[in-house]
């Protein structure tokens, strides 16, 4: 009988979740598990931790967009009917898959689901062995031996298999060195304090509004006037109290709207077939422009002919030209409220908003097949699309959104354009000076004494990977996209970009963030190919294969790659 096959899963939040419940699901019983966890939780990660949230922070998604799990959300909550009730104020009898939920209710949603899928494992036979408040600090690869080390602060361990799975990470660089200077609002706790004076939020996305729920809560109180509206008062000790957005567009994230198919996505990714005949066309490139047709305007044909017909000639340029010109034509807060109101009747009448859902699809979609665009089409897609689909699919749930126009009209937020180029210079004192230019192309600066960088998670550098092992090795390599055109790559490293890497005269590749990786998540070592034992699905050193991962959508589809690939 051959021994049996040992597999670890480094982290233990919603993607190691996914990955666990596919581990139970294979069929294969001659294996065993170690999961390794910081926290003394399963599931729940830091979205859905008091890591990531208080009790005033929501889901951006509903019940029936997430993943099957093994109890759907609907039929979990009516097991929890007093706990929702005491701690959340969720009416279960009013509870339906369309509403979105308490990350922290949500968070135990997830963990309890694992502790199911740990009895399930047990009925199976399979060994699982979980590591609590055990973070992994090493890992290193031995070729030879064909096995991978594992170690945490006491323990060190062999293995055939490791998935990566940790999460989110903001490496320190103004926290703990100035004060009142945050690289992230998470943990939530640490802004959960009064705060009278300006505070100065960098970006406007789905970070920004958990920053804005958790500040306005100690420095005032939401109330409903006469007629129903939600309202904002200011406490007495904090009259000084306002909270100024710095984007670089001046635009807000748009509203949650509803979904026709909510796991449409899942059968969009282009089959591995399909993409290799198109690259065998396009000398080795997956042309970014076939996948916007592919899966953003033949889905537009489909379910909404009329806006089709007017967009079918346009480039993606010009189209992501059109629909910013409109956002950007109407000050934000308007825009907010105009789409407030139609989320609020796509909601009502379960009527979908298409062109803005194929978006969403095509921000799925593409994740998989970019490591096979041109450098060129992927500065393109940064450059064009992403800040178009950062705005749309953010999903701001109705409730944020509420209480962000009530703050707006009680004059406490407010919004600022700052520019590409804008910077911020922290003070010896604390707080921050925010350099930007104005709307006449002069230079202002304004000082903050508190700041809170709330652009989101960012994609991290091959460098900042914190295992020295997988660094120090040739396990690894950092991820890399070739020009199509080397005259255009060979000219830029003439000027001095070093983002660009000179392989000989006719090869240049562009320096993209994270670590290489193939189509099954395999990490790619300094030989080019794939090591079979090393799986990386942690969401902020794939960024640069992976321009817009995000949710459990991502680890859904990752985790069935990889274990396509675990018992060959």
């Not at 060190?156 to 703990?176: A, M, R, S």
């Not at 699809?361 to 490591?371: D, I, T």
Request: net charge negative; with cysteine.
């Amino acid at each position: 009988m051959q021994p049996k096959l040992r597999i670890a899963i480094i982290g233990g939040g919603p993607t190691g979740l996914l990955m666990f419940r596919r581990l139970t699901e294979t069929g294969h019983t001659n294996f065993t598990v170690d999961i390794f966890e910081r926290k003394q939780q399963l599931g729940a990660g830091m979205p859905y931790s008091s890591e990531g949230a208080l009790e005033e922070h929501v889901t951006n998604v509903s019940g029936n967009e997430i993943p099957e799990m093994v109890s759907s959300v609907d039929d979990w909550i009516v097991g929890q009917r007093s706990f929702a009730a005491e701690q959340f104020d969720v009416d279960v009898d009013h509870f339906n898959q369309y509403k979105v939920l308490p990350r922290l209710l949500f968070g135990k949603y997830l963990s309890d689901q694992f502790g199911i899928l740990l009895s399930i494992a047990q009925q199976k036979g399979l060994e699982v062995n979980v590591h609590y408040g055990q973070e992994v600090t090493n890992i290193i690869d031995d070729a030879d031996m064909r096995k991978t080390m594992v170690s945490t602060a006491n323990r060190t361990d062999f293995f055939d298999k490791v998935i990566i799975c940790t999460g989110h990470l903001w490496p320190k660089k103004l926290e703990g060195k100035f004060k009142n200077c945050f690289d992230s609002p998470y943990p939530p706790s640490k802004i959960a304090h009064r705060t009278n004076h300006p505070v100065a939020l960098r970006g406007s996305s789905l970070t920004a509004i958990d920053a804005i729920r958790t500040l306005a809560r100690h420095n005032g109180i939401f109330v409903k006037d006469e007629a129903g509206n939600l309202r904002y008062q200011l406490d007495d000790e904090s009259v000084q109290f306002r909270i100024i957005m710095h984007s670089r567009n001046g635009l807000l994230p748009a509203v949650r709207f509803h979904l026709e198919d909510s796991h449409l996505s899942k059968d969009t990714i282009l089959p591995a077939e399909e993409i290799a005949h198109v690259r065998a066309q396009n000398q080795g490139f997956l042309p970014l422009d076939y996948v916007y047709q592919r899966n953003f305007l033949d889905g537009i044909k489909s379910r909404h002919p009329m806006f089709y017909e007017l967009i079918k000639e346009l480039s993606m340029e010009r189209f992501v030209e059109m629909m910013m010109f409109q956002r950007e034509r109407t000050s934000a807060f308007e825009l907010l409220e105009e789409e407030m109101e139609q989320a609020s009747q796509s909601i009502a009448n379960r009527e979908p908003i298409h062109w803005k859902e194929m978006l969403a699809v095509l921000s799925f979609a593409m994740n998989y097949p970019a490591k096979y665009f041109s450098a060129e089409d992927m500065e393109r897609l940064k450059k064009t699309l992403m800040p178009l689909i950062s705005v749309i699919i953010a999903f701001a749930p109705q409730s944020s959104v509420r209480e962000m126009l009530a703050l707006y009209r009680s004059g406490i937020l407010r919004i600022v354009s700052v520019g590409e180029d804008s910077y911020i210079s922290p003070l010896e004192e604390g707080g921050i000076e925010y350099h930007f230019k104005n709307t006449d192309g002069k230079w202002e600066k304004q000082k903050y004494e508190t700041f809170i960088d709330c652009i989101g998670q960012p994609h991290l550098k091959f460098e900042d990977l914190p295992y020295p092992g997988l660094l120090n090795g040739k396990t690894l390599t950092r991820a890399t996209l070739n020009f199509s055109d080397s005259a255009i790559a060979k000219s830029r490293v003439a000027q001095g970009d070093e983002q660009i890497i000179k392989v000989n005269e006719d090869e240049y590749r562009l320096i993209v963030p994270g670590v290489a990786i193939n189509d099954h998540f395999q990490v790619i070592g300094t030989n080019g190919f794939a090591n079979d034992r090393i799986y990386m699905l942690a969401v902020p050193f794939i960024g640069g294969y992976n321009p817009d991962f995000s949710g459990l959508d991502f680890g859904e589809e990752a985790s069935k790659r990889v274990a396509e690939k675990l018992f060959d």
